[in-house]
T-cell receptor
Framework: KAGVTQTPRYLIKTRGQQVTLSCSPI?????VSWYQQTPGQGLQFLFE???????NKGNFPGRFSGRQFSNSRSEMNVSTLELGDSALYLC??????????????FGPGTRLTVL | QKEVEQDPGPLSVPEGAIVSLNCTYS??????FMWYRQYSRKGPELLMY????GNKEDGRFTAQVDKSSKYISLFIRDSQPSDSATYLC??????????FGTGTRLKVLA
């Protein structure tokens, strides 16, 4: 069974631009979560989607948004990029929502560099 | 104070050594405890998943949870250079929220 895939793997953008990242979950998984990973803050939860609905959201500004499609694929958008948005963005999928006892599996991440 | 504390390392050990990785936490509501391994430029990979207190063994890996002390450990026996990675602890209560440690960098020297 194929794992979680994320595209693109690397991105370089400049301040003020916007970016869209894509995540394809493991087949059959309906929950997709997004995380930001930085050396100083570690892994921080951005939001979770389940059956096309955002269920939970972390403490990030409104510039960070996402959506999920009927095939469970998810996209994350960051508008008006700032230097501090440079990070590894990780997507994780699970069969059931994060509120369940189910475990989540991570993709390889998209490394975003903002210049 | 962070909800989960983890020593960032790096921790360097010779090949074949027993490695002990630890996390402490402050929220007594945490019930589910996980260890992830993350190689450079890769996403975290789930190693161990435990519920409540006790030990769980899987091959060379043993996860230990002590809820009374709010302390979890991952032991790696007969460590190999291929175990060199960053190890992240994670935990959650019955809610959606996973709380991750910042990770410990491990180097196993051949």
């Amino acid at each position: 069974k194929a794992g979680v895939t994320q595209t693109p793997r690397y991105l370089i953008k400049t301040r003020g631009q916007q970016v869209t990242l894509s995540c394809s979950p493991i087949s059959g998984h309906r929950s997709v979560s997004w995380y930001q990973q930085t050396p100083g803050q570690g892994l921080q939860f951005l939001f979770e989607y389940f059956s096309e609905t955002q269920r939970n959201k972390g403490n990030f500004p409104g510039r960070f948004s996402g959506r999920q499609f009927s095939n469970s694929r998810s996209e994350m958008n960051v508008s008006t990029l700032e230097l501090g948005d440079s990070a590894l963005y990780l997507c994780a999928s699970s069969l059931e929502p994060l509120s369940s006892t189910d475990t989540q599996y991570f993709g390889p991440g998209t490394r975003l560099t903002v210049l | 104070q962070k909800e989960v504390e983890q020593d960032p390392g790096p921790l360097s050990v010779p090949e074949g050594a027993i490695v002990s990785l630890n996390c402490t936490y402050s929220n007594s509501a945490f019930q589910y405890f996980m260890w992830y391994r993350q190689y450079s430029r890769k996403g975290p990979e789930l190693l161990m998943y435990t519920y409540s207190s006790g030990n769980k063994e899987d091959g060379r890996f043993t996860a230990q949870v002590d809820k009374s002390s709010k302390y979890i450990s991952l032991f790696i026996r007969d460590s190999q250079p291929s175990d060199s990675a960053t190890y992240l602890c994670a935990m959650k209560a019955g809610t959606y929220k996973y709380i991750f440690g910042t990770g410990t960098r491990l180097k196993v020297l051949a």
